[in-house]
Structures are given as C-alpha cells and as structure tokens.
C-alpha cells in the first residue's frame, strides 16, 4: 500500500467514525429536544477539531506501526514513499471532483429545507452532513480507483 | 468511437535490463513502486511524458514499451 493510498485509508476511516457520530448526537438530540443553535455549533466545533486532530494522530500512528510490521517482516528499513505522483493526482483530483458533487447536491437539497419552511437550523445540520458524507464517498472512490485502476 | 487499450512490456523489459526492481524503474522515472505495478498490471495508462521516460531508461523506442490496441481488432 502507497503513502498516498495509506492516507486515504486513515482519511476514510476517521470520516466514516465522524459521520456515525454525528448522526447519534443529531438523534440524541432530536430525542431529547435539545436541538438548538448552541447545541449544533459545539458539535460541529467538535467534530472539526476531531477530523483535524484525528487525522494527524492517526495519521503519524500508521505510519510508525507501518514501519515497525515492515522492519519485523522484512529486516530492512521502511522507505517512505512521501512524493504524490502524475497517477496519485489523478486519483486526488477525480475523489475532489466526487466531493464537489456531493457537497452541491448536499447544498441544494439544505436550501429545499427552507421552500418546507424548516427552521435555518436544520439547513445547517443538513450542510455539516453532506460535507462530512462528501469526504467518505470521495476517500472510498480514491480507495476503489487505487485497487481497481482506471 | 471505439475503445482502445494501452498494454506495455515493461515487465519484460525489466528482466532484460539485468532483472531491474520495480523500485529501482520506479526511481529513475519518478514515481512510486506502486504506480509501476498498476503500469504492470495494465490498471494505470501513464501520461505522454512518464511513457517517454520509461522508454529512455530501456533505450528502446516507445512503441517498443508500449501498444494500442482496438478492442475491435483484438476479438
């Protein structure tokens, strides 16, 4: 598995976790009617410092794990292919271009919520979820065009 | 229009250039070990430049390294 590919995966992971978060504390908080501004911005301050730091952390981790399994295996030293090459990009670009499909289809479906005179709240809500569920489809078409070539 | 195939013999070539690695193909032309085995394993069409570099390292012409083929012509 490439360096880049290897970043996809952690990328995924953390973003699938990030989405079932925060789809249980939505209907936690619809369940318990403390679905307020408040409430919505802290968790989207949470899960912005959670996608940050967990993917740096998790990030570093699977690299030195990595590292370690590759030297056990093998006795040699890891090489770490840092450097994103013509076919990485390639990859990079079509999983933005998937991203971008999402994210927009994800902002017109948000603004529908106002023409069913829902409260700007739920666009909100609606807006964090399709970011969020951009950035799993985009990493697991990246994931799939890297196993399945293209 | 029709559909084509690019195929390579890079891994022949390999073997006749003193059994070069992957990893060693994959640093003189740039890229990563992982992007020569899709080449390989025909996943991956390299760009104009890249199958020109990896012609140069081989000293052979490109059409050598490479091939298009019609899918038509191949049935």
Redesign the interface.
Same mark, same amino acid.
């Given at each position: 598995?490439?360096?880049?590919?290897k970043n996809t995966t952690v990328s995924l992971s953390i973003f699938t976790l990030i989405l079932f978060f925060y789809l249980i504390r939505i209907f936690q908080m619809v369940k318990g009617e403390s679905f307020t501004a408040p409430n919505l911005f802290r968790l989207w301050g949470v899960i912005a410092v959670i996608a940050v730091a967990g993917t740096i952390l998790l990030t570093i981790f699977t690299h030195i794990a990595g590292g370690i399994v590759h030297k056990i295996k093998t006795n040699e030293d890891p090489q770490i292919?840092d450097?994103q090459?013509? =076919?990485?990009q390639i990859i990079d670009m079509k999983g933005t271009r998937v991203a971008y499909t999402f994210s927009s289809l994800g902002v017109a479906l948000s603004m529908l919520t106002f023409v069913l005179g829902q409260s700007p709240l739920v666009m909100f809500g609606l807006l964090i979820f399709f970011g969020i569920l951009a950035q799993v489809v985009a990493d697991g078409w990246r994931l799939t065009l890297?196993r =399945?070539?293209? | 229009m029709e559909k084509g195939k690019i195929s390579n013999n890079i891994r022949k070539l390999r073997f006749f250039q003193n059994e070069m690695t992957q990893q060693q193909l994959a640093e003189k032309v740039?890229?990563? =070990?992982?992007?020569i085995i899709?080449m390989e394993?025909?996943?991956?069409s390299?760009?104009l430049e890249?199958a020109f570099r990896i012609a140069l390292v081989f000293g052979v012409p490109l059409e050598e390294v490479f091939s298009y083929t019609l899918e038509e012509h191949k049935k």
């Open positions: 598995m490439s360096f880049q590919e292919e450097l090459d013509e =076919r990485d890297y =399945r070539g293209f | 740039g890229v990563t =070990r992982q992007t899709a394993q025909d996943k991956y390299p760009s890249l």
